[in-house]
């Protein structure tokens, strides 16, 4: 999908990035914990989460996030904005909750980052 | 290059606001010196995981790197108080994290753990009540 497609589908605002909408994504990662997100999230991968503060925005840069989708209808204060457009980074703000956006997502086909945590070290892939 | 390209940056500690600035500026600064793909991944990864580790534990700490043609050679000392028990500092999950980290979405015991996935060579030297010194290597 692309982040056109992700803006509709979700009925999300664009806060920053509005330009960079034509990017394709192919997989997700859902999380609060950031420092999941440094572990587990691929390249090109969407974030999805309902924090706001400007270390999302510059975790999305180190592990080359295509964008941040944040959700629970929460608007980040402006200073993750500004990051956000001095890197480059897509961000959207959409009503549906966590479960509900990843769910509409995987629906029409983007994935996870992961399949599974097995243990220490000891990732499934898809 | 055979020297090596070295640089430092310095992290303040207790500075969350500022948290990964230090990182999100290295990125930048190593892609412009020719890095990319998984190599700059993994490298931005582990010096992101130390930058803050250093602002939650230490007072201050400092990022040491050196780039040469075969690898990236990161030193990531601190003043913090030290590990008591490095096995158990590396589990996963692990962590000494207090609630104003947590709320930043960080301390989930994942940061030595992903810095060493991160590295190809990795080392902890620790000293209670002195500091920490992280030595990591990322073949390029």
């Known amino acids: 999908m692309t982040l056109h497609e992700i803006r509709e589908l979700l009925d999300a605002r664009v806060l920053a990035g509005g330009n960079h909408l034509d990017v394709e994504v192919k997989t997700a990662f ?57 890197l480059e980074i897509p961000v959207l703000s959409t009503k549906y909750i966590l479960f509900e956006a990843s769910g509409r997502l995987y629906a029409n086909g983007i994935v996870g980052c992961v399949r599974k945590i097995e243990g220490p070290g000891s990732v499934v892939p898809l | 290059m055979s020297q090596g390209y070295k640089f430092s940056f310095p992290v303040k500690g207790d500075n969350f606001d500022d948290a990964g600035k230090a990182s999100v500026e290295i990125k930048r600064f190593l892609k412009g010196l020719g890095i990319t793909g998984d190599v700059l991944r993994r490298t931005a990864i582990a010096i992101y995981e130390s930058e803050v580790n250093i602002i939650s534990y230490a007072r201050q700490g400092n990022i040491n790197i050196c780039v040469t043609d075969a690898s990236i ?6 003043n ?3 590990i008591t028990d490095i096995e158990q500092a590396m589990k996963q999950g692990y962590s000494t994290a207090d609630d104003h980290i ?39």
């Open chain 1, 30 to 86: 859902s999380a609060d914990l950031m420092s999941d997100v440094l572990a587990f999230a691929k390249p090109g991968s969407i974030m999805i989460t309902g924090l706001t503060n400007p270390q999302i925005v510059r975790i999305a840069s180190i592990v080359d996030n295509s964008a941040i989708l944040i959700v629970r209808g929460k608007i980040p204060p402006d200073e993750t904005i500004t990051l956000a457009e001095e």
């Open chain 2, 73 to 78: 050679l990161i030193n990531i000392r601190d």
């Open chain 2, 80 to 82: 913090g108080p030290g």
């Open chain 2, 102 to 140: 947590r709320e930043m979405g960080f301390g989930a015991g994942m940061g030595l753990f992903n810095i060493k996935n991160c590295s190809d060579d990795f080392e902890i030297l620790s000293e209670v009540n002195r500091g920490t010194l992280l030595k990591i290597s990322i073949n390029r």
